[in-house]
């Protein structure tokens, strides 16, 4: 489900990683100095590592090599475990402005437990690259493992 919704945007990708920068920096404008790149690159290279992503899903060893690489990378950019909620809260509600209704509710549960999946791989990745007791949100108390990222249930 997620392939094929992902299918679905086709020339609409640019305008989901617009969206989604728009909907990150809304939530968290603290966040914004965490990309060095021109936004217009950076647009572009999220919109290739979430096609990478996307197709590799079939491969699940591959999948999981790939993000826990990612995530060790996103230490370096100074990501924090808590910044994973935020950034796949922005990716749904993107998908979801730019699918409109075909965003339906086994698309955006698909979604969810596919980012969930990524995003905690990436954590361990990122826990591997430096001390767990690193690997903290904002309150302290969210590390990884124990971070239930987005609530599957959408309501």
């Keep these: 489900m997620v392939q094929s919704s992902f299918e679905r945007l086709g020339p609409q990708l640019p305008a989901l990683a ?3 920068y ?4 809304g939530r968290d404008p603290a966040l914004r100095p965490l990309f060095t790149t021109d936004l217009a690159l950076q ?8 096609t990478e992503i996307v197709w590799a899903m079939p491969c699940l060893d591959e999948l999981l090599t790939h993000t826990r690489a990612l995530g060790a990378r996103h230490v370096g950019y100074g990501v924090r475990a808590g910044d994973y909620q935020t950034v796949g809260a922005a990716l749904l509600d993107a998908l979801a402005a ?6 339906d509710e086994a698309t955006q549960e698909a979604w969810t437990l596919a980012y969930n999946l990524v995003a905690e791989t990436m954590l361990e990745g990122a826990a591997s690259a430096r001390p767990h007791r690193q690997l903290t949100g904002v309150s302290g108390d969210q590390t990884a493992g124990e971070s239930h990222l987005i609530p599957n249930d959408p309501g």
Excluded: I, M, P, T
């Design 18 to 20: 617009a969206r989604f």
């Design 22 to 25: 728009q909907e990150l920096f």
């Design 43 to 50: 647009k572009v290279r999220f919109a290739e590592k979430l």
């Design 98 to 103: 730019v699918l409109g209704d075909s965003f």
